[in-house]
C-alpha cells in the first residue's frame, strides 16, 4: 500500500477524540506523513484547506468542519486540487453517515490513509459550495436555530426538540422554485436540494441520490392542512414527481424566487439569499469513500 501525506485539519472542540491521537500515532509509525492543525477560529478550516499542502486533507470535525474544508478545496485550482478525507466527529455527519464512513475516529482516519479517491459532483448555491444538502424554509431554521450546548448535551435528539418547538410559530415560506423542464412550484414549506441522501441528524430525503450522477436530488414539501395528512404521508412514501404535497425530481439545476430573504443551511452553515441558483459542478472533487460507498455509481473511481 504506497504511503500519503495527509494534513488532518481538527475542530479544536474534538481534539480529544477517543482513540484520535492514538491514531495518528499509528499512521506515522507506518510511515505516512500526518501534519495536524487545530481549529481555533470560524475560518481557520477554510483557509488552512486553501493553502494546505500534502494529498489528503482531512476534515475532522463535524458537518460545519466539513463545510468550511469543503469551501478552502473549492478555491483552489482543479488541477492541483488535493482529495478529501473525513473523519466525522460532529453531532449529526449527515454526510459522512450517508456515504458509509466508518463513525469510529481511528478507523476514519486509516480510510483516508488506504481509501481509493472518488471524483463527485459538488453543489454550488450562487457563490457558496456544499457537498451534501442545502435545505430553505422550515428546515434551515430548524438547524441554524439549536444551540451547540443543546447539540451538544442531546446529540441528534437536539434537533428533533428545536423542531417541535418551532414548529408552533413557523410560517411557510412564501416563493417559486423554477426547474428546467418550467415547472413552478408555490409556497414551498421546506424545499431540499440535495447532492447526498440524508440531513436533519439522519433523515433520508432523497432515496436515489448519487453524487457522481450529474443531477441534484430536490424535494419540496408544501403547507399539509391537518386534513389532508394522510394523504401527504402516502406522497411522501411514494415520492413522485407531480404530488400535491410532496413532490420529488432530479435536474441539473434549480432556481428559489422567495418573495423575501430566506434562511437557506447549506451543509449545516446557515447563510441567507434574496433569491438562489443551485447547480452542480461535475466531478470536481475528489473524496476518499468506502469502496462500498451506497451513493456512488460504478464509474468515476479514479
Same mark, same amino acid.
Given at each position: 500500500m504506497p504511503l500519503r501525506d495527509l494534513h488532518l485539519i481538527l475542530n479544536g472542540k474534538s481534539a480529544d477524540a477517543p482513540g484520535l491521537r492514538e491514531a495518528v500515532g499509528e499512521l506515522r509509525a507506518a510511515g505516512h506523513g500526518v501534519e495536524v492543525r487545530v481549529t481555533w477560529d470560524d475560518g481557520d478550516a477554510r483557509r488552512w484547506a486553501?493553502?494546505?499542502?500534502?494529498?489528503?486533507?482531512?476534515?475532522?470535525?463535524?458537518?460545519?468542519t466539513l463545510h468550511e474544508v469543503v469551501q478552502g478545496l473549492m478555491s483552489r485550482p482543479a488541477a492541483g486540487r488535493p482529495a478529501l478525507g473525513i473523519v466525522p466527529l460532529g453531532t449529526a455527519n449527515d454526510f459522512a453517515n450517508g456515504c458509509g464512513i466508518p463513525a469510529e475516529p481511528p478507523a476514519a482516519l486509516q480510510l483516508c490513509a488506504t481509501g481509493e479517491p472518488v471524483a463527485i459532483d459538488i453543489g454550488r448555491a450562487n457563490d457558496h459550495w456544499f457537498i451534501n444538502a442545502a435545505s430553505s424554509g422550515f428546515g434551515a431554521e430548524v438547524t441554524a436555530g439549536t444551540p451547540d450546548e443543546l447539540k451538544r448535551l442531546l446529540g441528534g435528539a437536539a434537533y428533533t426538540l428545536m423542531a417541535a418547538i418551532l414548529a408552533i410559530t413557523f410560517k411557510p415560506s412564501q416563493g +417559486?422554485?423554477?426547474?428546467?423542464?418550467?415547472?413552478?412550484?408555490?409556497?414551498?414549506?421546506?424545499?431540499?436540494?440535495? =447532492?447526498? +441522501?440524508?440531513?436533519?441528524?439522519?433523515?433520508?430525503?432523497?432515496?436515489?441520490?448519487?453524487? =457522481?450522477?450529474?443531477?441534484?436530488?430536490?424535494?419540496?414539501?408544501?403547507?399539509?392542512?391537518?386534513?389532508?395528512?394522510?394523504?401527504?404521508? +402516502?406522497?411522501?412514501?411514494?415520492?413522485?414527481?407531480?404530488?400535491?404535497?410532496?413532490?420529488?425530481?432530479?435536474a441539473p439545476w434549480a432556481e428559489f424566487l422567495p418573495e423575501s430573504p430566506v434562511p437557506i443551511n447549506l451543509d449545516g452553515e446557515p447563510v441567507s439569499f434574496d433569491r438562489v441558483r443551485y447547480e452542480l459542478a461535475p466531478a470536481a472533487l475528489r473524496v476518499i469513500l468506502p469502496h462500498d460507498c451506497p451513493v456512488i455509481g460504478p464509474a468515476r473511481a479514479l
Open positions: 486553501s493553502e494546505a499542502e500534502g494529498e489528503v486533507i482531512v476534515a475532522a470535525g463535524g458537518d460545519g +417559486r422554485l423554477r426547474l428546467p423542464h418550467g415547472k413552478i412550484h408555490d409556497d414551498a414549506v421546506v424545499a431540499i436540494i440535495g =447532492n447526498g +441522501r440524508q440531513t436533519g441528524g439522519g433523515k433520508q430525503f432523497a432515496p436515489r441520490a448519487l453524487l =457522481n450522477d450529474g443531477l441534484l436530488d430536490i424535494l419540496v414539501i408544501r403547507e399539509v392542512p391537518a386534513a389532508s395528512l394522510l394523504q401527504a404521508a +402516502r406522497e411522501l412514501q411514494d415520492l413522485g414527481p407531480d404530488g400535491k404535497f410532496i413532490s420529488y425530481r432530479q
